[in-house]
T-cell receptor, first 116, second 116 residues
Framework: AQKVTQAQTEISVVEKEDVTLDCVYE???????LFWYKQPPSGELVFLIR??????QNEISGRYSWNFQKSTSSFNFTITASQVVDSAVYFC?????????????FGAGTRLFVKA | EADIYQTPRYLVIGTGKKITLECSQT?????MYWYQQDPGMELHLIHY???????EKGDLSSESTVSRIRTEHFPLTLESARPSHTSQYLC???????????????FGEGSRLTVL
């Protein structure tokens, strides 16, 4: 069965600090997709990144970077030089190709507070 | 830019009332979903649809029902609202397998329901 665990419920940092959000997943499929979404206080979820199970290359996008490691079933997200606008709830999600991709399940989310 | 719309954004109603939450997307996506989320908490899939005339229940049991008569429209109905239905309901759509080439879900802004 699918499962996504985000062990960090809340993280509080001071602006310009680096912060890493952890995500551990469980799946029996060999083909699956991992995602990170951001939910700012306004409430609308915003897509950040997608990774398929065959692509373990890490990715950097501006201040954001993602570390995908199949050996540990982890897909961690790092924000470098955090800013107040990064304050939001961040969700890691998993979608299995075997189910047609319909059942995207989400972790419980990590609430990030960035203080000025 | 995602084009998925939910109405109403906020609704306060009394117990026993029938309500319909509307969701429309203009992207021509086949797949649509309803998630239930308490504020800042985990998202739970309650309904999804492969396409017109196709609906399935998600992982979280819900007393709501959905219909998919047109590709762009995926309304959710509660026949008799109760205080336990108080929550935020998020509608999403995606292109294809695991969301298609980019794989992501496009979310509406949500409908926050309060049942007194």
């Amino acid at each position: 069965a699918q499962k996504v665990t985000q062990a960090q419920t809340e993280i509080s940092v001071v602006e310009k600090e680096d912060v890493t959000l952890d995500c551990v997943y469980e799946t029996r499929d060999t083909t699956y997709y991992l995602f990170w979404y951001k939910q700012p206080p306004s409430g609308e979820l915003v897509f950040l990144i997608r990774r398929n199970s065959f692509d373990e290359q890490n990715e950097i996008s501006g201040r954001y970077s993602w570390n995908f490691q199949k050996s540990t079933s982890s897909f961690n997200f790092t924000i470098t030089a955090s800013q107040v606008v990064d304050s939001a709830v961040y969700f890691c999600a998993l979608s299995e190709a075997g189910t047609g991709g319909f059942k995207t399940i989400f972790g419980a989310g990590t609430r990030l507070f960035v203080k000025a | 830019e995602a084009d998925i719309y939910q109405t109403p954004r906020y609704l306060v109603i009394g117990t026993g009332k029938k309500i319909t939450l509307e969701c429309s997307q203009t992207m021509g996506h086949d797949k649509m979903y309803w998630y239930q989320q308490d504020p800042g908490m985990e998202l739970h899939l309650i309904h999804y649809s492969y396409g017109v005339n196709s609906t399935e229940k998600g992982d979280l049991s819900s007393e709501s029902t959905v219909s998919r008569i047109r590709t762009e429209h995926f309304p959710l109905t509660l026949e008799s609202a109760r205080p336990s239905h108080t929550s935020q309901y998020l509608c999403a759509s995606s292109e294809g397998l695991a969301g298609g080439p980019r794989g992501e879900l496009f979310f509406g802004e949500g409908s926050r329901l309060t049942v007194l």
